[in-house]
């Protein structure tokens, strides 16, 4: 798993053209790839902003009979 720390002291500038990580990405399991995704997601959109403004409606209706 994906240790959730971020070092914020730590800074890497890269140029994107250049930067080819495709081979590291490919030899990793398709299960650490989506907890790195979501590992991103977090970092950049907070642990449960989705749901934190979603809320969820539910309406009964009742069938009318002829």
């Known amino acids: 798993m994906i240790e959730e720390k971020i070092q914020k002291n730590i800074i890497e500038v890269v140029d994107l053209h250049e930067a080819d990580d495709t081979a590291y990405w490919l030899k990793r399991s398709t299960a650490e790839r989506i907890e790195a995704i979501e590992f991103m997601r977090k970092v950049m959109f907070g642990h449960d902003r989705v749901s934190a403004r ?12 002829n």
Do not use: D, P, S, Y
């Open 54 to 65: 979603l809320q969820r409606v539910l309406e009964i209706a009742e069938l009318k009979t």
